[in-house]
């Protein structure tokens, strides 16, 4: 079974820093994609970033890119999102989701209905 635990979420001052980090357990294969969403109030989960754990290959939301940086310990089966010079219009719960052997061109753009495994959310809260 596979399964997703997110965590690293809190309160901070607009320009300080957090590292959510998503533990996963469970895939079959050592090939899989992570991807960061993020959730206000009011409006649809959008896409942060997302990693390739075979290749390593990231992508990032224009909003975030400069800012935030996702990596992988592919020893420790982790996922990080260190996140630097947040805005308060970071504030969201972030929610790490999997899949099992992405496409070749895995990135944002690959469909959020389509990611089977989903962790619970951690709020980010960005004081202005």
């Known amino acids: 079974e596979v399964q997703l635990q997110a965590s690293g979420g809190g309160l901070v001052q607009a320009g300080g820093s957090l590292r959510l980090s998503c533990a996963v357990s469970g895939f079959t294969y050592v090939d899989y994609g992570i991807g960061w969403f993020r959730q206000a109030p009011g409006k649809e989960r959008e896409g942060v970033s997302c990693i390739s754990s075979s290749d390593g290959v990231t992508d990032y939301a224009h909003s975030v890119k400069g800012r935030f940086t996702i990596s992988i310990d592919n020893a420790k089966n982790t996922v990080y999102l260190q996140m630097n010079s947040l805005k308060p219009e970071d504030t969201a719960v972030y929610y790490c989701?999997?899949?099992?052997?992405?496409?070749?061109?895995?990135?944002?753009?690959?469909?959020?209905?389509?990611?089977?495994?989903w962790g619970q959310g951690t709020q980010v809260t960005v004081s202005s």
């Open positions: 989701a999997g899949i099992a052997r992405p496409p070749l061109n895995y990135g944002l753009g690959y469909p959020i209905r389509e990611y089977d495994y």
